[in-house]
């Protein structure tokens, strides 16, 4: 069983920055691919970012891309989102996410093709 265990999220001023770390239990998890995913009160989870395997290929949402970043380190075991000119739109729980089945070179967008999740940390963006 793999465990992410997201931190870094926090109440923060439209415009601010934040970093968000996600650290996988697993020292396998270095060989996946991983991704970060939101969810909004009363919305359904969405897909924020992804990363492949080696680091090389990632994947953004539209409405983050140019403003959050996607990275990794591998052998700390821990994936990073850092999210800059955070808008009010941007408040949600954030949930990092792994995927271990095999893999794609543009990591998925959709929930579905992940395997393990972390319990999600809050981000706050007042206006």
């Known amino acids: 069983q793999v465990q992410l265990v997201e931190s870094g999220g926090g109440l923060v001023q439209a415009g601010g920055s934040l970093r968000l770390s996600c650290a996988a239990s697993d020292r396998t998890s270095t060989t996946r691919i991983m991704a970060w995913f939101r969810q909004a009160p009363g919305k359904e989870r969405e897909f924020v970012a992804g990363i492949s395997r080696n680091g090389r290929n990632t994947n953004y949402a539209g409405s983050v891309k140019g403003r959050f970043t996607i990275s990794r380190t591998n052998a700390q075991n821990t994936v990073y989102l850092q999210m800059e000119s955070l808008k009010p739109e941007d408040t949600a729980v954030y949930y990092c996410?792994?995927?271990?089945?095999?893999?794609?070179?543009?990591?998925?967008?959709?929930?579905?093709?992940?395997?393990?999740w972390g319990q999600g940390t809050q981000v706050t963006v007042s206006s």
């Open positions: 996410a792994a995927r271990w089945r095999y893999s794609t070179v543009t990591p998925p967008a959709s929930g579905n093709e992940y395997d393990y």
